[in-house]
């Protein structure tokens, strides 16, 4: 089992910028494809960015949404058991609760679907 917990949601103004934190227990991550989730509400969860295991020392393929390629990145620290996602740019469109997910297969995937274990999400709320 693989228990997730985001942090690092908040309040903040359009143009500004968070970092969110999804550590887990349990197990390592190394062997996790992760992915950034968010559900505004009313509307279904969908797919912010996706990073793969470890494919060497540095190396890590990475998928983004559209909506916010550009001003979104994802990183992993396996020795910290914790993927991030540094968010900037914002806009209000972004709020929404925020999920990091886990998929054993190691899949870099936009599909809600492929992940296996999933944390309780933090508020992101942006305001114009």
């Known amino acids: 089992q693989v228990q997730l917990v985001e942090s690092g949601g908040g309040l903040v103004q359009a143009g500004g910028s968070l970092r969110l934190s999804c550590a887990a227990s349990?197990?390592?991550?190394?062997?996790?494809?992760m992915g950034w989730f968010r559900q505004a509400p009313g509307k279904e969860r969908e797919f912010v960015a996706a990073?793969?295991?470890?494919?060497?020392?540095?190396?890590?393929?990475?998928y983004y949404a559209d909506s916010v390629k550009g001003r979104f990145t994802i990183s992993r620290d396996n020795a910290k058991n914790t993927v991030y996602l540094q968010m900037n740019s914002l806009k209000p469109e972004d709020t929404a609760v925020y999920y990091c997910?886990?998929?054993?297969?190691?899949?870099?995937?936009?599909?809600?679907?492929?992940?296996?274990?999933w944390g309780q999400g933090t508020q992101v709320t942006v305001s114009s």
């Open positions: 990073i793969s295991r470890s494919g060497g020392p540095t190396y890590y393929a990475t």
């Open positions: 349990g197990r390592t991550l190394r062997s996790y494809g």
């Open positions: 997910a886990a998929d054993s297969y190691s899949r870099v995937s936009f599909v809600t679907g492929d992940y296996d274990y």
